[in-house]
C-alpha cells in the first residue's frame, strides 16, 4: 500500500494498526517518491521447541544396523596409549 506522508501523519495510529493486522508493507511517499516504508514484525521464534525442527532432517540408508566399522577398542590398536596405566583400586 502506497500513502502520502499527509494522509499518513493524520492516520498513523490506525495505519500502524493496519500494517500489523494485515502483515502488508505500508510505503509512505512524499511528493511521489517513496520516501520511508513500514513493515510489520515477524516472530520468527518458534512457539514451542518441541518438534520446531521438524522436516530438516533425512536419514539416508539403516541407522539401527552395525557399519562393520572396526574400532580401535576392538582391534587393540591403541593398547600401547594405555600399557602404563595402573587399574583403580590398586594404589600399592
Request: hydrophobic share 35%; proline share 5%.
Amino acid at each position: 500500500m502506497n500513502i502520502d506522508i499527509t494522509e499518513f501523519t493524520a492516520n498513523c495510529l490506525k495505519l500502524i494498526d493496519e500494517v500489523a493486522n494485515t502483515h502488508q508493507r505500508l510505503v509512505i511517499n512524499r511528493g511521489g517518491k517513496p520516501l520511508v516504508e513500514v513493515v510489520p514484525i515477524v516472530d520468527e521464534t518458534p512457539k514451542s521447541l518441541f518438534g520446531y525442527m521438524k522436516g530438516t532432517v533425512t536419514i539416508h540408508g539403516d541407522i539401527v544396523a552395525p557399519s562393520g566399522e572396526v574400532w580401535s577398542a576392538e582391534s587393540g590398536d591403541e593398547d600401547h596409549f594405555y600399557a602404563d596405566l595402573q587399574p583403580h583400586g590398586n594404589d600399592k
